[in-house]
């Protein structure tokens, strides 16, 4: 392949995971919201945040009120604006599409007719519906579907395309992806429902989390065999058969890297992500403890992108020289 598709078929992976994943950080909230008090109040800025943003300069460009309150409707309001339907936001869903659609483009020799037909029928949906943030109940059920057609172009991909270099590259762009998005969406719930202590963490269940990550079902069958009780967090870090979990990525990642030519590299870095997993029980962490190891795994992400993309950066540097 020439080095711009290798750059290209791995963030279409990144970016078509990261629509379907930002749909998911949406609906987590909605989730939450169920699951909390009534007179529970949400920090609408926190999504920001955790998506790599300083929310207060995403929100500026807003015209909010000069009091206006994390918790208030119109922070909601232009926060969702700000994940779904500014196209002008690099974190946005309108934005991701147009991405995945330049990639996807660019390497349209590559990828099968019928997942390009798939993603065509995506970007018209999102931009026929994603124009306005609207209501929770409206929003709601427009994330669903966004995933829902998200998952339609992965089943595609997966069931017609020929498994070579550009399916192991595509694979571990999504699935580098959808750890990062993963531990993002679990920030969300570390900073909106627990105070960073150094106290020992209880054990919880976030039905709002699995929810949103679709492992409500398999984390109940996960918990009738075993023995204790297992927390959703450990869950999600750690059991390498739930297809959302960080182990679980891990593992694609470096079974999809094994075939291309700087492998060493890449494994290297993912068994030093996933040694962070083993440093200590995970249910001894306060909720302080855990808020740093989360960080600590998405600093860990970031090496291993460049890990990924420096060797394809420095061929094209001594080919132009040469």
């Known amino acids: 392949m020439l080095l711009k598709s290798v750059d290209n078929i791995f963030w279409l992976g990144r970016y078509l995971e990261r629509l379907d994943d930002t749909a998911r950080l949406v609906n987590a909230t909605s989730h939450l919201l169920i699951d909390s008090h009534k007179d529970t109040q949400f920090s609408w800025p926190v999504l920001l945040d955790v998506m790599g943003l300083d929310s207060k300069t995403a929100l500026a460009n807003y015209q909010l009120p000069p009091d206006a309150t994390p918790e208030q409707a119109s922070i909601e309001y232009a926060v969702m604006a ?34 390009w037909e798939e993603l065509n029928k995506l970007d018209i949906f999102l931009q026929q519906h994603c124009q306005q943030p609207g209501g929770r109940q409206q929003r709601y059920n427009l994330m669903t579907e966004v995933s829902r057609r998200c998952q339609m172009v992965v089943g595609v991909l997966d ?4 498994r070579s270099d550009a399916f192991d590259l595509f694979n571990i762009g999504r699935h580098l992806e959808r750890a ?28 709002s989390i699995l929810n949103a990550l679709g492992g409500i079902e398999s984390y109940h069958y996960y918990l009738a065999h075993q023995s204790g009780d297992v927390d959703a967090i450990d869950y999600l870090l750690t059991y390498a058969d739930f297809p959302r979990s960080i182990a679980y990525c891990l593992n694609r990642v470096a079974a999809s890297a ?20 083993k440093t200590e029980p995970l249910t001894e ?10 960080d600590h ?13 420096t060797p394809a950066e420095n061929l094209s540097r001594a080919q132009l020289s040469a």
Not at 181 to 207: A, C, S
Not at 261 to 266: A, G, M, R
Not at 285 to 294: K, V
């Open 82 to 115: 700000h994940l779904i339907s500014n196209s002008a936001s690099t974190v946005s869903i309108r934005h991701t599409c147009s991405q995945l659609k330049y990639n996807a483009r660019s390497i349209r020799q590559l990828i099968p007719r019928d997942m």
């Open 297 to 309: 795994i998405q600093a860990g992400i970031i090496n291993l992108h460049k890990v990924i993309a």
């Open 258 to 277: 094994k075939g291309l030519p700087h492998s060493i590299s890449i494994l290297q870095q993912v068994h030093q992500l996933q040694a962070l997993l």
């Open 180 to 207: 990062d998005m993963t531990t993002r969406i679990m920030d969300v719930m570390v900073l909106q429902q627990l105070q960073p202590t150094q106290i020992k963490r209880p054990k919880f269940r976030w039905t």
């Open 159 to 162: 069931g017609v395309m020929l």
């Open 285 to 294: 962490l306060s909720t302080e403890q855990l808020h740093q190891l989360i």
